[in-house]
């Protein structure tokens, strides 16, 4: 994986892709959807940006309210 790799930035630009990607083709509460904003926020916590972490887990978590 490329965050094993400490390439963040590159990591983020993919990560961001797939999180829009597969929001808009597959909703938010689809477990692909999950699977990349989990991703995402793994990302952020390697980084140590937890700011960027809480932001998406924020995100994360109100989706998964909605879909209930």
């Given at each position: ?30 477990p ?30 109100a ?6």
């Amino acid at each position: 994986m490329i965050c094993d790799q400490q390439r963040y930035e590159r990591a983020e630009h993919f990560l961001l892709e797939a999180v829009w990607g597969r929001h808009f083709a597959l909703g938010d509460d689809h477990p692909d959807t999950l699977e990349s904003w989990n991703s995402l926020i793994d990302l952020y916590e390697a980084w140590g940006k937890p700011d960027e972490a809480e932001k998406w887990r924020a995100k994360l978590l109100a989706a998964e309210d909605a879909s209930k």
